[in-house]
């Protein structure tokens, strides 16, 4: 019997909601002109045999600096009304994609003392 192991996604922000300068030019070059404000998130979903908080652990102690940024965790499975009105888009690896900060997260995971 196979047992679905937990998903977590994780969304690093910054504390002060600066408007991403760079991605704006970009939506602006690429003819999209009705853009009010693009705020960029590093977005993280760790999948394995964890618990929520140790993922949120993870999130804390090696995906955000705690002095810039904040890490929120939610299991996957969880849909939560959005407190903003908007698009979220969300750009990820293509599968297959050789990731080494993924691996080199997982060796730091397990220097904390999370499997």
Do not use: C, W
Request: glycine share 4%.
């Amino acid at each position: 019997m196979t047992t679905e192991l937990p998903v977590f996604r994780i969304v690093v922000t910054p504390r002060d909601a600066t408007l991403d300068h760079h991605s704006m030019t970009i939506g602006r070059q690429l003819g999209i002109d009705t853009i009010e404000s693009i705020h960029a998130s590093r977005l993280y979903y760790l999948r394995g045999n964890i618990t929520r908080d140790q993922a949120q652990t993870i999130a804390n102690d090696l995906l955000a600096d705690p002095v810039t940024e904040t890490a929120l965790t939610r299991n996957e499975k969880v849909r939560v009304k959005r407190a903003y009105r908007g698009h979220e888009i969300d750009v990820m690896l293509l599968p297959g994609v050789t990731d080494p900060a993924a691996e080199n997260l997982v060796k730091a995971a397990h220097l904390i003392d999370i499997p």
